[in-house]
Each structure stands twice: as C-alpha cells, then as structure tokens.
C-alpha cells in the first residue's frame, strides 16, 4: 500500500467566473488509484459561495483523475460540486448542463497575460513597451522577456505528465500574452483538462511570484489586444455529412441565438468584440472563410471538403467557462435537424 496524496479540484460558486479550488486528503490504495476508487467528499460551501452558513455542506464528485508530477505520490482529482445527497447537482454545477456530448470534439485556444505586481509581465513600470507587431510568435529577450517562456514550457511538460491532450503553445500578439490549446473527443473531456491545465498554469506560477490574468481586455481601450479562448468544435455529422444546405441552416441557428451564447461567452466581452483586431462586433453575427474578423471563421478544409469538418467560434473570451460555451454550442446544434 501507498499513501496517495489526493488533490481534490473544483469549481466555486464565484459569477460570473468560478475560482479553481482545492484541497488535499492523504489515502492509502495499492497502486494509482482509478476513478471508482475515490471517494465522494465534502467542503465548506459557505466559504465558496455555494451555501449559507447554516447548512454548509457541499459533496464533490470525483469525475476525472490526473497523475500529478509535481508531487510525489501527487493525484489531481477533478471534482464536480453535487448537493448533500450526493446524486444531485449543485446549481453551480454547469457540467451537468451538458446533455449530450457523444462525438462532439472541441479545440480551445485559451489566450492570457503573464502580470507581474499588477502590469503585463515585460512592462516596464509606467508607460508601454515598443507597439505590437513583434510579440506573436516571437523568439529573443526583447520580444519574449526573462522567465515567460520558462513558465509556458514547464506548464507544457506538467499537462503532458498528466495526460491532458495539450496541443501546443505559442507567444502571442500582445508583449506578456501567450496562448496554450487544450483538444478533446467529447466536450466534457476537452472541458475538464481546460480546467485542469488552467489550475496546473494558477499553481505553477505561484513560485514565480507572477499572475495569471485571465481577463478578456486587461488593458482596456487600447491597441493592446485582448484575450479569446477560440472554441473550435464538430460533431459526428459536422464531420461525416456535413453539407452547404446542412450548414447554412447550422449558420441561421447560431445567429438567432446569438444572445444565449455571448451570455456565456465570457464577461465583459463588449470591450473585446468590437470590430477591431481581429474580432466581429459583439452585436453582430457573421461567419466567413478563413475570415478573422467573423464571429465564425469556417476553415478552407471546411469548404474544401463538401462542408465537412470544424468551425471555430472566435467569440468566446479567455475567461469564459468551457463547460458553459460547449453547452451552448451543442444546445444550438442540436436545435438544426440533422438530414
Ligand atoms: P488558430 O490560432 O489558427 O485559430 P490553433 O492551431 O491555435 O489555430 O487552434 C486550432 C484548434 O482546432 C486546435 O486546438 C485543434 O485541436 C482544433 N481542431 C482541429 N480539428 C478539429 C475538429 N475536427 N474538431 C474540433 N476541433 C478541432
Ligand atoms: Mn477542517
Ligand atoms: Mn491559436
Ligand atoms: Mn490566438
Ligand atoms: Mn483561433
């Protein structure tokens, strides 16, 4: 027998965007535990915005378990948040909003800051660094700084030890801003390692003494890009069918419930979205081949290939919450009768 130390993760109930937190119980198993293995357990909703004081409890599920190679005997339990009876979810709880995600794969491309006492990691103390052109995809100590890369390749190694279907890295526009890519086969999947990979970045840059900012615009009204967090996605008859006619009617679905998706698509996502670098206005909807300034771009493989494939939705912001923007893809997918 081992004694595991067990990481339990969740989400709180903090709008509009939950908090990762997390908490540590020591349990002996004979090898790696499985998922069957690992108990329920309870916290304090009180403290997390999921209960009042007097009936505090909150029960966690486990739902998915990672190795944890920054700890020895290290286990990362990912956890949904259920009522005390244990079989009901907590009304924080929006995974369990996702009905139905069988062949449904999903691609997110979360952007985000690097901040350091309160300004974009390379900033110098007042004022701004030489204008973006030079940042995205950049190489050299001008373009990237000291200690970003460092962070971004050690958070890659982590999500791989861990399992995570991490898909690559790349410095972004903005100086400070990078972008990491997490794919699933089933949106729950890809969801649950979003989170996780998100959790790994918040706790491998505590040693660094450096920020995460998730925030879609932090640099407000500037020419300073802001953040997205790109949902590509596709299902079995995306994939296999597809169609011109199949995907107009999927267009006109999405346009009519344009409303429903930026109400998940991340707060404040008004300073973003607004025709300007490389985005669509938030109160509009369009799409477009390998268009960048489209709600949806549609891939040129997309057409190509008789309307079969992914699309990506570019609205989603950095801070959106992968569980809610797949529910509502896969809702309004699901509106559009399929041939
Ligand atoms: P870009 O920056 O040009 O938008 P990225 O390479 O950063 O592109 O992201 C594209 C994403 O699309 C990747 O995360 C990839 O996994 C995802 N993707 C590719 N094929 C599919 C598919 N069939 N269904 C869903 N997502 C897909
Ligand atoms: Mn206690
Ligand atoms: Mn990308
Ligand atoms: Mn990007
Ligand atoms: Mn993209």
């Known amino acids: 027998m081992t004694k595991y130390k067990l990481e339990y993760i969740w989400l709180d109930g903090y709008t509009p965007v939950p908090n990762l937190r997390?908490?540590?119980?020591?349990?002996?198993?004979?090898?790696?535990?499985?998922?069957?293995?690992?108990?329920?357990?309870?916290?304090?909703?009180?403290s997390t915005m999921q209960a009042e004081g007097r009936s505090s409890d909150c029960v966690l599920k486990p739902i998915r378990v990672f190795p944890d190679s920054e700890?020895?005997?290290?286990?990362?339990?990912?956890?949904?948040?259920?009522?005390?009876?244990?079989?009901?979810?907590?009304?924080?709880?929006k995974r369990a909003t996702i009905l139905d995600d069988e062949g449904a794969w999903f691609g997110f491309e979360q952007e985000y800051f690097f901040y350091k006492n309160g300004?974009?990691?390379?900033?110098?103390?007042?004022?701004?660094?030489?204008?973006?052109?030079?940042?995205?995809?950049?190489?050299?100590?001008?373009?990237?700084?000291?200690?970003?890369?460092?962070?971004?390749?050690?958070?890659?190694?982590?999500?791989?030890?861990?399992?995570?279907?991490?898909?690559?890295?790349?410095?972004?526009?903005a100086k400070g801003q990078w972008e990491f890519q997490i794919f699933g086969k089933g949106s729950k999947r890809a969801a649950d390692e979003m989170w996780m990979a998100r959790y790994l970045m918040e706790r491998l840059t505590e040693k660094y003494g450096i920020d995460i900012e998730y925030h879609c615009k932090p640099l407000g009204d500037t020419d300073w890009n802001g953040s997205g967090m790109h949902a590509n996605f596709s299902t079995t008859y995306l994939r296999e069918t597809g169609g011109k006619a199949y995907f107009e009617a999927l267009m006109a679905a999405f346009e009519g419930a344009r409303e429903d998706h930026i109400a998940v698509y991340g707060p404040d996502n008004h300073l973003r979205l607004t025709g300007k670098h490389e985005t669509q206005s938030i109160h509009q909807f369009s799409y477009g081949v390998a268009d960048r300034g489209a709600s949806i771009r549609v891939p040129h493989s997309f057409v190509n290939n008789d309307y079969k494939g992914y699309l990506e939705d570019r609205r989603p912001n950095s801070q959106g919450d992968p569980y809610q923007i797949a529910s509502q893809i896969l809702k309004t997918v699901a509106s559009v009768p399929t041939g």
């Open 119 to 173: 300004r974009p990691l390379g900033f110098p103390e007042a004022g701004y660094p030489a204008p973006q052109g030079p940042y995205y995809t950049g190489v050299g100590y001008k373009a990237v700084g000291d200690v970003a890369r460092q962070i971004v390749e050690e958070h890659l190694d982590i999500c791989l030890a861990a399992g995570i279907n991490h898909e690559g890295i790349n410095a972004e526009v």
């Open 22 to 46: 997390g908490k540590t119980q020591i349990k002996e198993f004979d090898g790696f535990p499985t998922l069957e293995q690992l108990p329920l357990w309870g916290f304090d909703g009180s």
């Open 71 to 93: 700890r020895t005997n290290g286990v990362l339990v990912l956890c949904e948040v259920m009522m005390p009876d244990g079989k009901t979810p907590h009304a924080s709880n």
